[in-house]
C-alpha cells in the first residue's frame, strides 16, 4: 500500500475526522498549516504525485512535512492559491473551487472542497483540501489532440513551450490567442517550460485574476 503523511501536530486539527476513511478516500486529501507546509496527506496524494511525477514531491529529500504546497505550483496559479489560502486563514469559511489536471492521456476535472481546522473553526489552524475527480456535464475546453504538430509552430523566442496550468494546452506562437491540446508535448516536453493561463481557464476557473 502506499504510504500517508500525518504530522503529530496535525493529528489534532484532524480530530472529527474518521483518519482511517480520509486515509483510504478516492479523492486526493491533504492538510496544510498557516506557513503551507503540508502536515498530512493521503493514499491518493501518493498516487496522483507519482502519475503526474512532474513536481518532484516524491524526488524531493525534504519530509513533506517541511514541504510548502506553494512550491509546488506554478506560474500564475500561485498567486491565486497564496491569496485564496490566506483569506481562508484569516475568515474561515468554507469554499470550493473546480479545475483541471489532465495527463496526457486522460482529462480530468476536479472539484476542491476546502475546510477549516479544526472543523470548521472561526480561528482555523490549517486547511483540509478535498480534491475529488468528476465528469462535467458539457466540457468547457476543447480537447481534440493536434496531429503531428510543428515544434516552430509553439516555441517562443526563448525556446520556451507556454502551456496552460490549467488546461494543460499549448500556445500557438503565431496566434496567443490559440492553445492546442498536444499531449506528446505534455508527455515530453521537447524544450523547457513555462506556465501561463489561457484565456478560457483564466475566464472560467480563474477570473479573480484577470481583474
Ligand atoms: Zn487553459
Not at 529529500?61 to 491569496?83: C, H, Q, V
Not at 484569516?90 to 496526457?104: F, K, L, Q
Request: proline share 8%.
Amino acid at each position: 500500500m502506499t504510504p500517508f503523511h500525518l504530522a503529530t501536530d496535525f493529528r489534532a486539527l484532524l480530530k472529527d475526522f474518521d483518519l482511517a476513511s480520509l486515509d483510504e478516500h478516492r479523492a486526493v486529501i491533504f492538510g496544510i498549516r498557516h506557513d503551507f507546509t503540508i502536515g498530512y496527506a493521503n493514499h491518493s496524494w501518493y498516487c496522483h504525485a507519482q502519475e503526474n511525477d512532474g513536481s518532484g514531491i516524491l524526488l524531493d529529500p525534504r519530509p513533506l512535512n517541511a514541504y510548502s504546497l506553494l512550491d509546488a505550483i506554478s506560474g500564475p496559479l500561485l498567486t491565486f492559491y497564496e491569496d485564496l489560502y490566506a483569506r481562508l486563514f484569516e475568515h474561515a469559511g468554507e469554499h470550493d473551487h473546480d479545475y483541471e489536471c489532465s495527463t496526457p492521456h486522460q482529462i480530468r476535472h476536479y472539484q476542491m472542497r476546502l475546510i477549516p481546522l479544526p472543523a470548521y473553526a472561526e480561528t482555523p489552524r490549517g486547511l483540509l483540501s478535498i480534491n475529488s475527480q468528476f465528469i462535467p456535464d458539457r466540457p468547457v475546453i476543447n480537447h481534440q489532440p493536434v496531429k503531428s504538430p510543428l515544434l516552430d509552430d509553439y516555441m517562443t523566442d526563448d525556446g520556451l513551450l507556454i502551456c496552460c496550468s490549467n488546461c494543460r494546452r499549448f500556445r500557438f506562437r503565431r496566434d496567443r490567442h490559440r492553445w492546442d491540446w498536444i499531449p506528446t508535448f505534455l508527455r515530453a516536453p521537447p524544450v523547457n517550460l513555462s506556465h501561463g493561463l489561457c484565456e478560457v481557464c483564466l475566464d472560467y476557473y480563474y477570473p479573480s485574476l484577470s481583474a
